[in-house]
């Protein structure tokens, strides 16, 4: 089980590698990676990954972020992507092979997208509180192009 932030879209995305000079450093008892040397940066890759999604889009994205700060060139390569594919579904999910989950949606023109609706959608909780009475929240937001 995992939470994963990943863009839907009927047409293919620009990938973005990561940062050539990632490296990551695991910490025995920190529950998260520290990057360095990174910079402010992002990746966005393609994958095949059956994901458990409530969407009709074909291509999925895997959105990975290094560093503080990386939102504002984030929400940029968004509003860059929009221009191509007219609507991009940015999705905050909790991956445990479970359908069940409680969809949130918002949607957001293009040119109103900011650094801190990025960091909003990747500080939501969507794991499940108690497996046994709550289900798990994905969160999407609907970007459209402004135009």
Known sequence: MSVLMVLASDAPLKEVPPPPDLMIVLDIGKQAAEYRNAGIGFAVFETDRVLELQTEKQYFFNVDSYGPGHEENLA?????????????????????????????????AADELTAEDIREL?????????PVTDAATDYCYLLRCSG
């Open 76 to 108: 940029a390569y968004l509003r860059e992507q929009l221009e191509e594919a007219g609507e991009i579904e940015f999705w905050h999910v909790w991956l445990d092979g479970g359908f069940d989950h409680r969809v949130r949606r918002v949607e957001i």
């Open 122 to 130: 990747e500080s939501l909780e969507v794991w499940q509180r108690d």
